[in-house]
């Protein structure tokens, strides 16, 4: 028991740890006045891919950070199958990038806030691939802050 | 009604003519040992994008033909809305590409053959943006065959 409590704080910890550097690019995002969302791709413990939103700067509506960070980790790594590795993203993925992750086998799928409107699991559960383990929730309560500010003072200029 | 009839004949001319494009490229893919999909982007009867499955060349399992059309033709516009815009692709969207047509409000998608394992029709209908209108069968035989040959000759250089 105490092993496996031990071993569950570890794993919170590095969660956590992992979830501040989606974090990081939530803020670089931010900075660039782009849907704040961030995601890391870990394997073994090795960051092997960051990336943010891009869909303004890029001009295109699918470069979501989860996509981006997904298709840099097969770079890095060589090989298109990630079920080795976790994806950490500030924010729980759309369908799409939920279906990405379901074609790269993903192992682990680290969110921090749920989207309520185009998340994932509140239009179909089966998007991922059936081995890809889940957890929501990981600092949460910062990633939300970031898109809840994000969407306020958009509204705000609005006005 | 006579023009009305026209309209329609010739509304089927270009999506036949337009499927051609696409199956062109899927027989691209298909030289290079891809999965035989390929994908157009038409707006006012221009093509503004081309593309065609990837996976393999680009060891990237996100790289399907859609998802490569539609970022493609972002560019190519010069804005991240397709909303004016058809997508003409060889084989049902599975729901990654889906998601994305969502996401660029496409305007119109027309398909050729079903995909029954992965096609997005079979896992959720409220992928597409609710603005999407859908054709589906357009050369349907020549789009299905090309599939079916190449997963047959892949079992068979298994054996």
């Known amino acids: ?13 590095k969660d956590e740890h992992f979830m501040r550097e989606a974090l990081k690019e939530a803020h670089y995002a931010l900075s660039r006045d782009e849907v704040p969302i961030g995601a890391i791709v870990v394997l073994n413990e090795r960051i092997v891919a960051r990336a943010h939103n891009l869909t303004e700067a890029l001009n295109d509506a699918t470069a979501h950070a989860e996509m981006q960070a997904l298709t840099a980790a097969a770079n ?38 749920i989207d309520e409107k185009r998340g994932y699991q509140n239009i179909e559960r089966g998007l991922l691939h059936p081995r890809t383990e889940v957890k929501g ?19 705000q200029k609005l006005r």
């Open 137 to 155: 929730g990981v600092l949460k309560d910062e990633c939300s802050a970031l898109m809840v500010n994000f969407f306020k003072n958009k509204r």
């Open 1 to 13: 028991m105490y092993f496996n409590e031990l071993s569950m704080t570890d794993i919170e910890k």
């Open 76 to 113: 890095t790594i060589g090989g298109k199958y990630l079920d080795k590795c976790t994806l950490y993203v500030t924010v729980e993925p759309c369908p799409m990038c939920a279906s990405a992750a379901y074609w790269t086998h993903l192992g682990r799928l680290v969110y921090g806030t």
